[in-house]
């Protein structure tokens, strides 16, 4: 096709404003026409269509200068007809004709697009059919697709709801910003744990989810756990040995005030039994402290295993997603703890909601290999490396399960991911622009490209401002002295001076099909890969400079937004050989010139500073042995986070 004779058509609006051509919005109307009849619609039937509509445009609009809308809705009913798409074509003439009416029945346009969530309400047809939908349920459910809409007409910038809407970009969290609902947290429970039970902190934990649209997250729990783990001992260690004194008769000639407040000023489980020797009287006496230590250990021991079985299983039964870390406490009582959450996660079944991280270093490697166990037995548990040239000696960096990582802060001299927030994430689709620009210069790619991330940058800055407008009284649960800085919050006041220590994500999706569309040149596609990465670098730390708040880059590990991209893509390409006999967008790093470039995966991960994960796929015959060394060979090449897949597991 003539691509000039596109760029020179304008398109007149039925309000009578003229804009220019955009075949894009043509895909889009076909799909959405395809999708309402399929449920797995065929992205080469809706290409075929797309094409043959603009191609009646080409052959029959040369010499015009304008185009109606209208006109353009009647070719593509007219090319669905033509193509025995009946179904489809009276999917898509039903939907002209309701929008139609509602722009009679409303004057502005907003009202107009509004009455798209009532339409969608009642398509739902939930209450007037039978369903196993809880009463809440359906009041959520339809509470968002309204909230939806509102958010869509009235608070985001028709700009941006256009780019999300044809592809360009991907809005994660298009659904909930208006509501003032975070993205993924590292909630910090240090002060509710201190304060209260451990009943209570799990349902806490479950609580936090109404104000927590994403992954909640607790940061080295085997760390968290030490204090009330103590705490606990010492009063189960004053239990058993004032009973056990008390039937011997020997509580009548020991001064049991003077030994309890010598255990309640004890550092650790391991108590130096020399410091009460003057309390024992006798070598009966001697064996009683003992036996009392001993069995306190073992009750300590057996009340954490239950509890974090119950706090793992409790929060996998609430359809939320929870993640936690672990390995990073070293003492006598943080060794205890993470042997008794490997033991839990090895005895119940691979958990849905809840996942595991395990934070490796010099100190804690000697549990590789039962780590390595959990991995192969289809554990969901993923693997840091706090070695990592930007997380070494750093304890307190955190992962969240799909690769975010938080820890630089623009806005503090206190770095941290302890009480931080993925604010929002909104992705670019590199491999449309590669689609774009595969026979064009790299200029322009770049010029585009530049387009792009000020689109997503100002977007990502209206998410900000509105959930920072939000105030301390709107939240329940949250800033209650467990994210960074809320004490400085009091009631009334606007969070935005909390969530500015959280992190606004540039996602990059398609970058590999990018990669391979502008480069043919496999041993040229690293360097590309490269210069793009550190292209997005240097716009990121621009923006943190000019906006204070926290830009990062990051490759977002979850399918949604890549599939959905992706079956666009293919419904205005084509099947291209590049995205064939895919569902999804691919990682970045399964560009074929870095298979087993172990090096070159480390450096790519360590550009994408707001995080991603590489993943290994395991076979049946992966041996412990086999895994750990690979692991090995990995973090030496400064791989930063690793997760895994098993054949075994869907």
Do not use: W
């Amino acid at each position: 096709m003539q691509k000039d004779i596109f760029d020179d058509l304008v398109v007149v609006k039925r309000s009578g404003q003229r804009v220019n051509f955009n075949s894009y919005k043509i895909a889009v109307a076909i799909k959405s026409a395809f999708d309402s009849v399929y449920d797995n619609s065929d992205e080469s039937n809706i290409n075929k269509v797309y094409e043959k509509v603009l191609k009646y445009i080409e052959n029959n609009y040369e010499n015009r200068k304008t185009i109606n809308v209208e006109d353009i809705q009647d070719i593509i009913e007219a090319m669905l007809q033509e193509d025995k798409y009946f179904e489809v074509y009276t999917a898509f003439s039903e939907y002209r004709k309701k929008r139609a009416i509602s722009r009679k029945i409303f004057t502005q346009k907003q009202q107009h697009k509004f009455l798209k969530a009532i339409e969608k309400i009642n398509d739902d047809n939930v209450l007037l059919s039978d369903n196993t939908f809880k009463l809440n349920d359906v009041v959520v459910k339809y509470g968002m697709t309204v909230i939806n809409e509102i958010t869509k007409s009235y608070i985001i910038d028709n700009k941006y709801l256009r780019e999300h809407d044809e592809g360009n970009i991907f809005i994660h969290d298009m659904c909930n910003f208006s509501l003032g609902r975070l993205s993924n947290i590292h909630i910090d429970m240090t002060e509710y744990l201190r304060n209260n039970s451990f009943d209570s902190f799990i349902y806490y934990l479950k609580s936090l989810g109404t104000e927590v649209n994403g992954e909640i997250s607790i940061p080295a729990l085997d760390k968290l756990l030490e204090q009330y783990c103590l705490q606990t001992f010492k009063k189960i260690y004053i239990d058993y040995l004032s009973k056990y004194l008390k039937v011997s008769g020997f509580d009548q000639y020991i001064n049991l005030n003077k030994i309890i407040e010598m255990v309640n000023k004890e550092s650790d489980i391991m108590f130096e039994m020399s410091n009460y020797s003057i309390y024992m009287l006798s070598s009966q006496v001697e064996n009683i402290f003992s036996q009392a230590y001993k069995d306190s250990v073992d009750k300590c021991k057996n009340d954490f295993y239950l509890n974090i079985k119950n706090l793992f299983c409790t929060l996998d039964a609430s359809n939320r997603k929870y993640s936690f870390s672990f390995g990073t406490s070293s003492n006598y009582i943080g060794s205890c703890l993470n042997k008794i959450i490997i033991e839990v996660l090895n005895e119940l079944d691979r958990l849905s909601n809840v996942s595991a991280t395990f934070k490796y270093n010099q100190i804690n490697k000697d549990y590789l290999k039962e780590i390595c166990s959990l991995v192969l037995n289809g554990k969901n548990v993923l693997i840091a490396n706090l070695n990592a040239s930007y997380n070494k000696n750093i304890n307190e960096v955190e992962y969240f399960s799909d690769g975010v990582r938080i820890f630089e802060n623009n806005n503090d001299d206190e770095s941290g991911s302890v009480g931080r927030m993925m604010i929002a994430i909104t992705s670019i689709n590199f491999a449309r622009l590669g689609l774009e620009f595969e026979n064009d210069t790299i200029k322009n790619f770049y010029n585009k490209l530049d387009f792009a991330l000020e689109t997503v940058k100002n977007e990502l800055l209206l998410t900000f401002e509105t959930i920072g407008n939000k105030n301390k009284d709107n939240y329940d649960y949250l800033f209650n002295n467990n994210v960074m800085s809320d004490q400085k919050l009091e009631n009334g006041q606007k969070i935005r001076k909390v969530i500015k220590n959280g992190d606004l994500l540039i996602g990059v999706i398609g970058l590999k099909e990018c990669v391979n569309l502008l480069e043919k040149d496999e041993s040229k596609q690293l360097s590309l890969l490269r210069d793009i990465l550190k292209f997005l670098n240097y716009k990121c730390l621009n923006y943190r400079e000019e906006t204070r708040l926290n830009f990062y880059i990051n490759a977002p590990y979850e399918s949604l937004a890549a599939k959905e991209l992706m079956t666009l893509d293919k419904s205005i390409y084509g099947i291209r050989k590049e995205i064939r006999n895919k569902y999804s967008y691919d990682s970045v790093y399964n560009l074929p010139i870095l298979k087993d470039d172990y090096k070159s995966i480390g450096e790519i991960q360590k550009f994408i500073s707001g995080g991603s994960v590489y993943e290994i796929k395991l076979n049946k015959s992966m041996s412990i042995n086999k895994l750990e060394e690979m692991i090995l060979t990995l973090f030496d090449n400064d791989i930063g986070l690793l997760k895994f897949r098993s054949k075994e597991v869907t």
